[in-house]
């Protein structure tokens, strides 16, 4: 059996027939399904994370659907297609009409290696406002001119919403579903999360100075600007740093998203 005992974030040995790679992905996503778990980013068995299989184009990893996110695990992600059909023998259940849109986004976006689309409460909030997103925190600052809006049409995504929906993203890394939630696109696992967790966190400051009663004060455009490039510096994908200590912190906490 292949191992990566050289890798200290892999976990067991990989199962037999599965490739490094694909192994190496499938650790990152469980470890993201947790990691949301633990900030309370999870609805009940709803919403979805999904990556692409690395080496199989039109192949891509999603939780099975009636399990929670603290039950993720890497051998129990399902593979899909673009359409959501299984591949293999896997027995697993998958919500088809949860994946259109991650379908969509995968599809679209050659840099999507990674879809997160979460109903976390401050970005379904903060989505409600007919403003968006302010620049009122530096947190804000990072998705200055990169966040995108698209809003609501109901449960089902057809396929002339999917359109919209892509041109409403455009090169974004994040969107907010007005009135549902969020989306957030990495070219990482690890990239994914660093985003959501720093477009969560903005939201979550705006509702917080908001509930006060004093007038806010925004960040002028040339400073929002400025901070923006700062904090995406050469453009090399985010999270590098970061998702060591987070799995670090899993192993911790819920080691079994490695089994």
């Not at 991650?102 to 979460?118: K, Q, S, Y």
């Not at 530096?138 to 998705?143: D, E, G, T």
């Not at 004060?217 to 929002?224: G, L």
């Amino acid at each position: 059996m292949e191992t990566l005992r050289d890798d200290p974030t892999d976990g067991p040995d990989i199962p037999a027939g599965m490739r490094a790679a694909e192994w190496r992905v499938r650790l990152d996503l469980a470890a993201c399904y947790r990691l949301c778990a633990l900030n309370g980013w999870d609805d009940l068995i709803y919403t979805h994370i999904s990556a692409a299989v690395p080496g199989e184009e039109g192949h891509f990893l999603i939780n099975p659907f009636g399990d929670r996110f603290d039950e993720i695990c890497a051998a129990n992600l399902v593979k899909i297609d673009l359409e959501g059909r299984i591949i293999g023998d896997q027995r697993q259940r998958v919500n088809v009409t949860g994946f259109a849109i991650h379908g969509a986004v995968h599809a679209a976006r050659p840099d999507a290696a990674c879809v997160m689309h979460l109903h976390n409460a401050n970005g379904v909030a903060v989505g409600m406002q007919e403003e968006g997103l302010l620049p009122l925190s530096q947190h804000a600052l990072r998705f200055y001119g990169q966040l995108a809006y698209h809003d609501y049409e109901g449960l089902a995504l057809s396929a002339s919403e999917q359109s919209r929906l892509l041109e409403h993203l455009g090169n974004c890394p994040a969107m907010l579903l007005r009135n549902h939630g969020t989306l957030v696109i990495g070219r990482t696992v690890a990239e994914a999360y660093v985003l959501m967790d720093t477009l969560d966190k903005a939201c979550l400051f705006q509702l917080k100075a908001q509930a006060g009663n004093g007038k806010l004060a925004r960040v002028p455009h040339e400073i929002c600007v400025k901070t923006q490039r700062e904090l995406t510096g050469d453009g090399s994908p985010e999270g590098a740093l970061e998702w060591p200590a987070l799995l670090r912190r899993l192993d911790m906490l819920m080691p079994s998203y490695r089994q």
